[in-house]
T-cell receptor, first 110, second 114 residues
Framework: GENVEQHPSTLSVQEGDSAVIKCTYS??????FPWYKQELGKRPQLIID?????GEKKDQRIAVTLNKTAKHFSLHITETQPEDSAVYFC?????????FGQGTELSVKP | DARVTQTPRHKVTEMGQEVTMRCQPI?????VFWYRQTMMQGLELLAY????????DSGMPKDRFSAEMPDATLATLKIQPSEPRDSAVYFC????????????FGPGTRLTVL
């Protein structure tokens, strides 16, 4: 069935360290993979996305990698800052809609 | 800075009452999604519309939930009768036409059913 698995569910890092969040998807036809950041009480906001014709995309301190063969993609945040603390969701497109992972609560400790 | 808007932002009601949530998509966006967010289930897709036509409502409990788009600027989600297990944050999101992928979320309606 339609499924996106996300790990870990919680992640705690020291300020300045890197954070990596991983997702796997089930539908080999998926071709769009966004990542959303959701701060407490706020709406999910898109931070980066990647399409299946690209293996890696970078935007300042965040990057996403995609392995289509293995059907997994990852979010990398370097030089983490306290304001990076939030819940991060991955998603994969499936037949016109997005299927979301369960979320990762990232805590960056000063 | 165009944004999706939702009303009300908060709603507290008693079990059995009807609840109506409204969403105004970004002007020109032709696809609208309704999601429910709970701690246990994460972000679940309830239903979505393209050009005001329902495309998929398989995630929605049909006996009590209904979703409509009376016009291109308004989407509604109704629960009748509401139950305590419906307590959640309900998000609306919209997406532009022409093959665009990005969904933009509204601020959500936090529903509490007592």
């Amino acid at each position: 069935g339609e499924n996106v698995e996300q790990h870990p569910s919680t992640l705690s890092v020291q300020e300045g360290d890197s954070a990596v969040i991983k997702c796997t998807y089930s539908d080999s036809a998926s071709n769009y993979f966004p990542w959303y950041k959701q701060e407490l009480g706020k709406r999910p906001q898109l931070i980066i996305d990647i399409r299946s014709n690209v293996g890696e995309k970078k935007d300042q301190r965040i990057a996403v990698t995609l392995n289509k063969t293995a059907k997994h993609f990852s979010l990398h945040i370097t030089e983490t800052q306290p304001e990076d603390s939030a819940v991060y969701f991955c998603a994969a497109s499936m037949r016109g809609k997005l299927i979301f992972g369960q979320g990762t609560e990232l805590s960056v400790k000063p | 800075d165009a944004r999706v808007t939702q009303t009300p932002r908060h709603k507290v009601t008693e079990m059995g009452q009807e609840v109506t949530m409204r969403c105004q998509p970004i002007l020109g966006h032709n696809t609208v999604f309704w999601y429910r967010q709970t701690m246990m289930q994460g972000l679940e897709l309830l239903a979505y519309f393209r050009n005001r036509a329902p495309l998929d409502d398989s995630g929605m409990p049909k006996d009590r939930f209904s979703a409509e788009m009376p016009d291109a600027t308004l989407a509604t989600l109704k629960i009748q009768p509401s139950e305590p297990r419906d307590s959640a944050v309900y998000f609306c999101a919209s997406r532009a036409s022409g093959g665009a992928d990005t969904q933009y979320f509204g601020p959500g309606t936090r529903l509490t059913v007592l």
